[in-house]
């Protein structure tokens, strides 16, 4: 039987790499760097389908490059903001993504940040390493509180709903906004469904829960930073074009609100010599939320079980995009 032709953006944990070769033909990329967008179009060429990652964009353009027989893109992440769905949807193409098996990961994440940012653990640590920790101070790195302030979420899906969870061990108060949450889920979980204007004046600590789309990009402006509070921590494990990095930088600068810790970021990867590495209230981590070895194994093996059932023509475990089968 003549294997189905797959192009693979990047080296995925072995475990999925295994299935996809099993029942595939693959060529895959082997660079340390996305594949340039001139080899992507190059090695697309006739394929069945694409394992793509979220730092591959994904457009009509790609997709035309492939050709008619191109049936699956399955990218290896949750979001999915790198491809054009409507495109693929227009072209009968099904999409895929991985959720679930990173929420739990990527919510320790995101509350690890807002520890860090919160008893400022990085400016510690910095302080050790330059040999200037000479003895005990009283206000020697005086942090905030974690324990009983107020949690903002904004958006109270999967990873939104982990971080409320979390947050009661805290004895948190959590507020969050999200106009696609029925109020229940979030009574259930111990938050107060809030208007966004309100979320952002009351929280001690706002953290990013949405995906990015056009409603979502730059939600959180200039605008937005003077309505927190002066004390106000901002976390951002989703993406980073969802905060205006100008914006962000005033705000920090300016003392609008006193601390981000970002895993995202506008742009990714920040130059090492971008104004907001100039800051010293600000941690940055290069988009690791979902990096542990187990979850990273489990999103290899369902982005690869979502590729070889979209070549079979069969329902992928997580369509994006599951009207493209249904015939609809
Ligand atoms: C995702 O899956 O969208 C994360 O950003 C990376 O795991």
């Known amino acids: 039987m003549v294997k189905p032709r797959v192009y693979v953006t990047r080296i995925i944990p072995q475990a999925g790499l295994e299935m996809v070769r099993e029942f595939c033909e693959a060529e895959v990329w082997e660079g340390e760097m996305p594949p340039p967008r001139q080899v992507l179009m190059e090695k697309v060429k006739g394929v069945d389908g694409l394992l793509s990652l979220l730092t591959d964009p994904i457009d009509a353009e790609v997709m035309d490059a492939a050709g008619p027989q191109l049936k699956v893109i399955s990218n290896y992440a949750v979001g999915y903001d790198n491809i054009d769905v409507a495109a693929a949807t227009a072209r009968g193409i099904i999409v895929t993504n991985t959720p679930g098996v990173l929420t739990d990961t990527t919510a320790d994440f ?157 742009p990714e990867p920040l130059p090492a010599d971008h104004k907001l590495l100039t800051l010293p209230n600000l941690i940055v981590c290069p988009h690791i939320a979902s990096a542990s070895i187990a979850t990273r194994t489990k999103m290899a093996t369902m982005a690869a079980e979502n590729l070889i059932a979209g070549l079979k023509g069969e329902m992928p475990p997580n369509p994006v995009n599951p009207e493209v089968l249904k015939g609809e």
């Not at 947050?167 to 809030?194: I, N, T």
């Not at 929280?203 to 990009?217: A, K, M, N, R």
């Open 110 to 266: 995101a509350f690890t940040l807002l520890m860090a940012a919160a008893r400022r653990v990085v400016e510690g640590m910095d302080y050790v390493r330059a040999g200037k920790w000479l003895t005990w101070g009283p206000t020697l790195l005086l942090g905030r509180d974690v324990h009983h302030a107020t949690l903002g979420l904004i958006g109270m899906g999967r990873i939104g709903s982990g971080m409320a969870r979390r947050a009661q061990g805290f004895e948190m108060r959590v507020l969050y906004y999200d106009p696609y949450c029925p109020p229940e889920k979030g009574e259930a979980l111990g938050a107060q469904s809030v208007e966004l204007n309100t979320l952002l004046a009351e929280s001690d600590f706002v953290s990013v829960h949405v995906p990015l789309t056009p409603e979502t990009h730059h939600m959180l402006g200039v605008e937005q930073f003077k309505m927190m509070k002066s004390s106000a921590i901002l976390i951002n494990t989703a993406r980073g074009p969802i905060v205006d990095p100008d914006a962000l930088y005033a705000a920090l600068k300016n003392g609008e609100i006193a601390y981000a810790a970002l895993d995202v970021t506008e």
